[in-house]
């Protein structure tokens, strides 16, 4: 496996060139499409209705490295467009959708994999066919994990249901980046389109880390390899207060089986808050060591420079060094090895 040099980026996303017509049995499937509007361009087009319009950086490999290039990144793990996780599909769907994502974020990474690597998706609406995918994602193409959302069909990822795969996934060490998607409270935000994204998405992602820790599959699962979106959402302000509750509520205590900072202390968390001070309460709150990069490649939304982002910071050259390379490349040989 290539050893993984330079500023590495978790945080990244994929959207294939084409994905091939619906050839399921089911009726009124949002299944997605690409419709290629004007060069280099493109529309995804889901249950009739555009979602997102996209460049060739969605699925141009020359394109993402002229890019990595020109902001300092030497690595990129690639991971689905969120919404291309289709939890609202029957398994099976979904897993069809998923072979054809995986195998193109696959196909990237086989093209340079000096510059990226690869996390795929799988059905968790359906735990035992998404450990199936996974053995897949894994043993056959090669990939190093997969990405999940924050819930599924409102059922937030720390629920027992789920418990299957995520024992399948910490057998294998794969790691398992967590990004928001449908978040909770979506109705009560008001503005312009997308506050969605820029409001609800913190809350949902600390929620989720929350749903891990109090119905104890954190500390049933140790070695889990988990990696969160934009620094956790709004988990590290939540933290202190989970932590203040468990000192004197002893159901807290017995639900969540060991103390919640030290849970949090096991978990990876991305750069992405846009702010040097936010940035470095993540560090006071998790340890630099749970540190790594994040980017949100290609989506407007973005750290255009993330490299200054962390050198704002002022930190000494070890713990610089570990949020820049160390820390996603060490996470990323154990998934490796297995």
């Known amino acids: 496996m290539t050893r993984l040099s330079g500023p590495i980026d978790v945080h990244t996303h994929v959207v294939p060139a084409?994905?091939?017509?619906?050839?399921?049995?089911g009726h009124e499937i949002a299944w997605p499409?690409?419709?290629?509007?004007?060069?280099?361009?493109?529309?995804?087009?889901?249950?009739?209705?555009?979602?997102?319009?996209?460049?060739?950086?969605?699925?141009s490999a020359e394109r993402r490295v002229r890019d990595m290039t020109e902001m300092g990144i030497a690595t990129q793990v690639l991971s689905p467009m969120p919404e291309l996780l289709s939890y609202w599909f029957s398994p099976e769907d979904a897993a069809v959708l998923g072979r054809c994502i995986n195998g193109e974020i696959a196909a990237i990474v086989a093209s340079d994999p000096h510059r990226f690597r690869g996390l795929g998706m799988v059905p968790l609406q359906c735990p035992e066919v998404a450990v199936r995918e996974l053995h897949h994602a894994l043993a056959v193409l090669g990939l190093d994990g997969v990405e999940i959302g924050t819930n599924?069909?409102?059922?937030?990822?720390?629920?027992?249901?789920?418990?299957?795969f995520f024992a399948a996934a910490e057998a294998a060490g794969a790691v398992i980046f967590v990004h928001p998607l449908r978040a909770a409270g979506r109705d009560q935000v008001i503005g312009p389109s997308g506050m969605e994204q820029i409001i609800a998405f913190p809350c949902e992602t600390a929620l989720a880390i929350?749903?891990?820790?109090?119905?104890?599959?954190?500390?049933?699962?140790?070695?889990?390899?988990?990696?969160?979106?934009?620094?956790?959402?709004?988990?590290?302000?939540?933290?202190?207060?989970?932590?203040h509750a468990w000192s004197f509520m002893p159901a807290l205590r017995d639900a969540t089986g060991a103390a919640p900072v030290e849970l949090a202390r096991r978990l990876f968390f991305d750069s992405l808050v846009y702010s040097p001070i936010a940035l470095r309460f993540l560090v006071e709150q998790f340890g630099a060591s749970q540190i790594v990069?994040?980017?949100?490649?290609?989506?407007?939304?973005l750290d255009r420079t993330p490299l200054k982002s962390i050198e704002v910071l002022d930190m000494d050259d070890e713990n610089c060094a570990a949020i820049l390379n160390a820390n996603a490349a060490a996470l990323f040989t154990r998934a490796a090895q297995g």
């Open 152 to 164: 599924v069909g409102g059922r937030p990822i720390g629920d027992p249901r789920f418990e299957p």
């Open 18 to 25: 084409a994905i091939p017509p619906y050839s399921g049995g």
């Open 210 to 243: 929350a749903s891990l820790m109090t119905s104890g599959m954190l500390a049933r699962h140790p070695r889990l390899k988990l990696i969160f979106s934009h620094g956790g959402g709004a988990f590290a302000q939540i933290l202190p207060r989970l932590q």
């Open 293 to 301: 990069i994040g980017t949100d490649y290609p989506y407007v939304i």
């Open 33 to 59: 499409a690409i419709h290629h509007h004007r060069p280099c361009c493109a529309q995804v087009v889901i249950g009739g209705k555009v979602f997102r319009e996209i460049e060739d950086s969605s699925w």
